[in-house]
T-cell receptor
């Protein structure tokens, strides 16, 4: 069974602190995506990782991909309240005749002053 | 910018009604998807389509059907709505995997369906 596991599922941080969210997946894939979802809203694309060793950074967030370990990380540096949201990783797998995305359950991040 | 538009943000329907959720994308994407999102369960794939009139079942197709008569439009149909289909429904689209390295999915704004 295809599995995409995120941990932690809930994360409460203080502003200014660093933390890492982990995304492990159980099948071979070299395409992984990170999304952000604000309460009551849809998913917004954050990062596209398309090869082993890929690293992308945007502001206080940095994502990386290790296809050999089947692991992606989302690192938060010096967290601020605006980063409070739910973060999903999604792995592209071939299913039937097409690829599609399998999502982790999401990490709900709460950044407190 | 890619735009994926779902026909309704909020819907309230009665048990047993036939419900249509519509989704339109304007980026000429081949792939279109319907997910439902429930607390604690994440996103689960209901159906997807990679071409007009083509469809494949996802993880939870029971109680749903889909229609793709035009490339830009993908409809989700609840044949006889039940209370356990109360959920947030998300439509997404992406490029064809054999034509693009980046198969990132773009999401609509979501439809929150309540079945009473």
């Amino acid at each position: 069974e295809l599995k995409v596991e995120q941990n932690p599922l809930f994360l409460s941080m203080q502003e200014g602190k660093n933390y890492t969210i982990y995304c492990n997946y159980s099948t071979t894939s070299d395409r992984l995506y990170w999304y952000r979802q604000d309460p009551g809203k849809s998913l917004e694309s954050l990062f596209v990782l398309l090869s082993n060793g890929a690293v992308k950074q945007e502001g206080r967030l940095m994502a990386s991909l290790d296809t050999k370990a089947r692991l992606s990380t989302l690192h938060i540096t010096a967290a601020v309240h605006d980063l409070s949201a739910t973060y999903f990783c999604a792995v592209d797998v071939h299913r039937g005749s097409q690829g599609n995305l399998i999502f982790g359950k999401g990490t709900k991040l709460s950044v407190k002053p | 910018d890619v735009k994926v538009t779902q026909s309704s943000r909020y819907l309230v329907k009665r048990t047993g009604e036939k419900v249509f959720l519509e989704c339109v994308q304007d980026m000429d994407h081949e792939n279109m998807f319907w997910y439902r999102q429930d607390p604690g369960l994440g996103l689960r794939l209901i159906y997807f389509s990679y071409d007009v009139k083509m469809k494949e079942k996802g993880d939870i197709p029971e109680g749903y059907s889909v229609s793709r008569e035009k490339k830009e439009r993908f409809s989700l149909i609840l044949e006889s709505a039940s209370t356990n289909q109360t959920s947030m429904y998300l439509c997404a689209s992406s490029l064809f995997v054999n034509q693009a390295r980046n198969t990132e999915a773009f999401f609509g704004q979501g439809t929150r369906l309540t079945v009473v």
